[in-house]
C-alpha cells in the first residue's frame, strides 16, 4: 500500500498542512464534486466533507411541528414564543 492509500476502494491516508487543508484526490473531485464549495460535518470522532449541493426549499415546507399559541401571522409574537421556551 502507498503513503497515499488505496483510492479504489475509496481509503487513502493524508497529512494535514500547518494551516489545516488537505487534498483531496483529484479522481474523487472529478467524479464527486460539481464546484468548488463543500459541506464540512463534525461528527462526534469523523469530519465529514460533503459536496455541496443546490438546497431544494420546498423539501422544507411542514417539516417542523411545534406547539405554540400564538398567532403564526404574527412572527414576532411566534420568535417570542419560541425563545421563552429555549430557556
Do not use: C
Not at 31 to 48: A, F, N, T, Y
Not at 64 to 76: G, N, R, T
Request: aromatic share 4%; hydrophobic share 40%.
Amino acid at each position: 500500500m502507498s503513503k497515499s492509500g488505496d483510492s479504489a476502494v475509496g481509503v487513502v491516508v493524508k497529512e494535514i498542512d500547518e494551516q489545516g487543508r488537505v487534498v483531496i484526490p483529484k479522481e474523487w473531485r472529478e467524479r464527486l464534486l460539481k464546484d468548488r464549495r463543500v459541506i464540512m460535518k463534525l461528527g462526534e470522532r469523523s469530519i465529514e466533507v460533503l459536496p455541496a449541493t443546490e438546497l431544494n426549499l420546498a423539501s422544507f415546507i411542514n417539516s417542523i411541528e411545534v406547539d405554540v399559541k400564538s398567532d403564526l401571522s404574527d412572527w414576532h409574537s411566534v420568535r417570542r414564543e419560541l425563545r421563552k421556551s429555549k430557556s
